[in-house]
């Protein structure tokens, strides 16, 4: 199974900054990478496909980037709506598995 | 608009059984690979099954041989059969559609229900 680790676990930043979350594979993935953002008491919603493909209607300030085994998704510049839990996603084999999350906080 | 409603969730007691629905519309579930995610109280997302466009099914370790999952194309449904529960089986249960890029689809998720909960408990 591919086991996918984020980091940080936690994150604490204020409006306006620029954010990082990373992801890692335990192995190679090619791109076949997903990021959701999941609000408390929310389904996910997915922002990111294929490593670094927007999702339609996902704003701009959104990215990610990465392949193989290493993956970042940067939010560079933090809004008020942003503060929740984020979770990559690896599609390349089943077990479909997801990273262990990041909580970004005040 | 897409939408994906669940149902179904509830008590069960362990090793009992519950069968969990999911109704599509705006789209045909046999067009896109299906999933179900869910995620235990306070926990990260597990993933569950996917049965694919072609009929194929999957699942993760933890449910396989207990769970199975199946569609109704006539009625547009998806369904999660769940059987031997046990406690950790406690969670949210949400289905997810599977998104496509021009005619290739894969298995990440880009509709979600708001998700069932379903608890094992005595």
């Known amino acids: 199974d591919i086991q ?18 990373t992801c890692r594979a335990s192995q190679s993935i090619s791109s076949w990478l997903a990021w959701y953002q999941q609000k408390p008491g929310k389904a996910p919603k997915v922002l990111i496909y294929k490593a670094s493909s927007l999702q339609s209607g996902v704003p701009s300030r959104f990215s990610g980037s990465g392949s193989g085994t290493e993956f970042t998704l940067t939010i560079s510049s933090l809004q008020p709506d942003d503060f929740a839990t984020y979770y990559c996603q690896q599609y390349n084999s089943y077990p479909l598995t997801f990273g262990g999350g990041t909580k970004v906080e005040v | 608009e897409v939408q994906l409603v669940e149902s179904g969730g509830g008590l069960a007691q362990p090793g009992g059984s ?6 599509a519309s705006a ?20 993933w569950v099954s996917v049965i694919s466009s072609g009929g194929s099914t999957y699942y993760a370790d933890s449910v396989k041989g207990r769970f199975t999952i199946s569609r109704d194309n006539s009625k547009n449904m998806l369904y999660l059969q769940m059987n ?24 990440y998720f880009d509709y979600w229900g708001q998700g069932t909960l379903v608890t094992v408990s005595s």
Request: hydrophobic content about 35%; aromatic content about 8%; overall charge positive.
């Open chain 1, 4 to 21: 996918m680790t984020q980091s940080p676990s936690t994150l604490s930043a204020s409006v306006g900054d620029r954010v990082t979350i």
């Open chain 2, 18 to 23: 519950l069968r969990l629905s999911c109704a």
């Open chain 2, 27 to 46: 789209f045909t579930v046999s067009s896109n690979h299906m999933t179900w995610v869910r995620q235990a109280p306070g926990k990260g997302l597990e």
């Open chain 2, 84 to 107: 031997s529960l046990r406690a950790e089986d406690t969670a949210v249960y949400y289905c997810a559609r599977g998104g496509c890029i021009a005619t290739s689809c894969y298995v």
